[in-house]
């Protein structure tokens, strides 16, 4: 193999990973203008601590864990000053994360009424652009319009800095 073999093969592989590694942890933000891709960070945290009277010091790596049945959606700094993110549930797909008065909630933000993606920018329902359903950011309980049921709804946790949802719906 020559050398620019190598460099093609090189290339090709490193987008391969990067393309695997975004659609496992990829979570897009709605800030009202275009949304925004964010390439989230390794699970792990590292804290560095050296205790005094000693010498020497010690790194020590904290595991992040999480409740079984959950899984690792990405940093909770990444939500910091937002209403709203969406993500790709493992299993559920296209979803949403919706600040509910400082607590994070976790629906689907798929339309029950058709495949219209929902939106959320603070205040009191979460909306479908497409017929005007809303629902309620609490639960996801239909508030109005014809969606002909909720939202489902995933469990959060966050844990450590990092942020889980269930893989079964709760609600
Ligand atoms: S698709 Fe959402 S209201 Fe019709």
Redesign the pocket.
């Known amino acids: 193999m020559n050398r620019r073999e190598f460099i093609r093969r090189m290339v090709v592989a490193s987008t391969l990973t990067v393309t695997g590694i975004a659609a496992v942890v990829e979570l897009l933000a709605r800030t009202g203008a275009p949304e925004q891709v964010y390439q989230l960070p390794t699970v792990q945290t590292q804290s560095t601590s050296q205790s005094s009277g000693q010498t020497g010091s010690s790194t020590q790596t904290q595991q992040v864990s999480m409740s079984p049945g959950y899984v690792l959606i990405g940093p909770s700094s990444s939500l910091s000053g937002r209403k709203s993110a969406y993500f790709t549930h493992p299993t559920h797909g296209s979803s949403m994360l919706v600040n509910d008065n400082g607590t994070w909630k976790a629906f689907s933000a798929i ?1 029950t ?4 993606t ?1 939106q959320y920018g603070g205040g009191s329902a979460i909306s ?1 652009p ?4 809303t629902f309620s950011p609490s639960d996801g309980s239909v508030l109005g ?3 002909p049921a909720p939202l489902a709804e995933y469990g959060v946790q966050i844990v450590g800095g990092s942020l889980f949802v269930s893989t079964a719906r709760i609600n």
């Open positions: 339309c009424h058709a495949p219209c929902v479908c497409c017929h005007g359903a319009g014809p969606a």
